[in-house]
């Protein structure tokens, strides 16, 4: 069986605010993001990582939006990687794949989740992502430009992360062995030298981190 981590116990200290409760485009950014794994036919089973005291506020969006694939609610950790330990803890014994998303992306599409999900089955690991099209700058003192990075090789990461249960695992307890703090799962999997395939997805998959990164995510969700 496939199943799906949505990591929703983040604080959003950039945002300013709980953004995952923010309404946008008809329905809180979680409920869209919780829908679209709720909706997704490759997915059996989803976990939900939240903050402690907020297990009845999940409870009763599944309620309110008839969400009615099999869930679980668990507490998260004090990092983003104690979470997802958590998550996998949750998981039912004969979940296979497991996909990790961001609560706060709430564009992800059925596709993506399905093409990280057969890249994870063949690989071990895989992770959605976007080549970078951008000039990008290296700085050493925050305020000059010290090189300039060769953009053919460089890609920007996203989530779904999707993995192998026991890979994910084994990765995450050579983390924590090492005491060492990752906010990226794919990271684990490069310390333990397990390839992770990179995902290209076809349409955006924006994450909410600031209040500017809202007017497009309302259109993105609006137009689907």
Same mark, same amino acid.
């Given at each position: 069986?496939?199943?799906?981590? =949505? ?5 959003? !200290? %950039?945002? +300013?605010?709980? /953004?995952?409760?923010? @309404?946008? *485009? ?16 490759? =997915? ?5 990582? !939240? %903050?402690? +005291?907020?297990? /009845?506020?999940?409870? @009763?969006? *599944? ?35 497991? *996909? ?26 895989a992770v959605a992502a976007q080549a970078v099209t951008d000039t990008i700058k290296e700085t050493d ?17 996203q989530t779904p992360q999707t993995f192998r249960v026991e890979i994910i695992r084994r990765a995450l ?9 990752f906010t990226d799962d794919t990271a684990a999997c490069e310390l333990i030298g397990q390839p992770v ?28």
């Amino acid at each position: 069986m496939n199943a799906a981590i =949505i990591v929703a116990a983040g604080k959003g !200290v %950039r945002m +300013g605010s709980d /953004k995952l409760w923010l @309404e946008i *485009a008809g329905l809180p950014v979680i409920a869209h993001t919780w829908k679209r794994f709720n909706e997704s036919q490759c =997915i059996g089973e989803i976990i939900l990582v !939240v %903050r402690e +005291g907020m297990q /009845k506020n999940f409870a @009763e969006l *599944a309620a309110k939006f008839h969400f009615q694939k099999p869930f679980r609610i668990v507490v998260g950790g004090a990092e983003r990687q104690d979470s997802v330990c958590n998550g996998l803890e949750a998981l039912g014994t004969e979940t296979e794949i497991v *996909a990790i998303q961001d609560a706060a992306r709430p564009c992800t599409s059925e596709g993506l989740i399905e093409a990280t999900i057969a890249a994870a089955r063949e690989t071990g690991a895989a992770v959605a992502a976007q080549a970078v099209t951008d000039t990008i700058k290296e700085t050493d003192d925050g305020k000059t430009i010290s090189r300039t990075l060769d953009r053919a090789k460089l890609w920007s990461v996203q989530t779904p992360q999707t993995f192998r249960v026991e890979i994910i695992r084994r990765a995450l307890a050579a983390v924590r062995e090492r005491g060492l703090i990752f906010t990226d799962d794919t990271a684990a999997c490069e310390l333990i030298g397990q390839p992770v395939r990179l995902v290209a997805g076809t349409t955006p998959n924006p994450k909410i981190t600031v209040p500017g990164d809202l007017p497009l995510i309302e259109a993105l969700l609006r137009a689907a």
